[in-house]
């Protein structure tokens, strides 16, 4: 499945790297698009997820509830 992911100011993606999310969670990261920014597709290597940023990841559908709720929080 792929879907897009809005990182909040209080989520606990905000501040990680991309590589880290895609480890802990279980996704690919296909794209980060900054706020009033281009999309960034791939990702630069390194790239960390910042309030306001969209992420367009590819996962297993039932991966994507729990990245969801962890970008909402």
Known sequence: MTAEVAVTRDSPLA???LAAIEQAHGV?????TRPGEPAESP???GAV???GDVLVVHTPAVRMAG???TARR
């Open 28 to 32: 690919r990261v296909l794209a980060r």
């Open 43 to 45: 990702p630069p290597p």
């Open 15 to 17: 501040g990680q790297s």
């Open 49 to 51: 997820a910042g309030p």
């Open 67 to 69: 990245l969801a709720a």
